[in-house]
């Protein structure tokens, strides 16, 4: 019987670390040394489907035998890509931009098998129908929710976030949290891997 292949999770995000820990599939995570600038020709769907398998195909020289799994979001709001505010300021701005506004979050999934090049990619679009949102409700969210400035459009929806979206149009309710599962359980089961 061929051993199964070695799991990467090209992230350093605890929120997909969390995800995959909860399918009970042994991986390790890896932080991927990929620039994740985004273009300025590019598409949000297109940005986050290049930074996706760009982080996996970084660890494929250290990995060479892995299945390598990169992922990537981006946040469209008015024609406006959004990533990730990283701090408190820009998580305020950003939340008073998506108040009351559609946002759609294009999640992407990139599984490489290393040994053989070949990639699987699939993006997952979440619609997110925001909530209108005062001032002293962005910074009281915000002071209860310190996280959401490492999610794209600082709204993180498996926590208190969900406090701020009024509805979501979504075929992989895992996707917004930045792990679209449905399709990575088909692209392992395609490589083979024996995890049901």
């Known amino acids: 019987m061929p051993r199964e292949k070695k799991l990467i999770l090209a992230s350093s995000s605890r929120f997909r670390q969390q995800q995959l820990q909860q399918l009970n599939i042994l991986f390790d995570a890896v932080k991927p040394d990929f620039d ?3 273009l300025s020709a590019e598409t ?78 699939h993006i997952d679009e979440t619609r997110v129908m925001m909530r209108s949102l005062t001032e ?10 310190p996280d959401a400035v490492h999610c794209a459009g600082a709204a993180k929806s498996e926590g208190l976030g969900a406090l701020l979206i009024k509805r979501i149009e979504s075929t992989d309710p895992n996707a917004l949290i930045g792990l679209p599962v449905f399709r990575l359980v088909d692209f392992l089961l395609a490589e083979g891997m024996n995890i049901l």
């Open 36 to 38: 994740e600038t985004p």
């Open 44 to 121: 949000a769907p297109q940005t986050a489907l290049r930074l996706a398998s760009g982080k996996a195909y970084s660890l494929a020289s250290l990995y060479p035998d892995a299945l390598i799994i990169g992922c990537d979001q981006v946040a469209l709001c008015r024609e406006q890509q959004l990533g990730k505010p990283l701090t408190v300021t820009k998580a305020q701005q950003m939340l008073h931009y998506l108040s009351g506004q559609q946002v759609i979050f294009y999640s992407a999934l990139a599984v490489l098998n290393a040994a053989e090049n070949r990639l699987h990619q």
């Open 136 to 145: 002293a409700q962005i910074k009281h969210y915000l002071s209860r929710e």
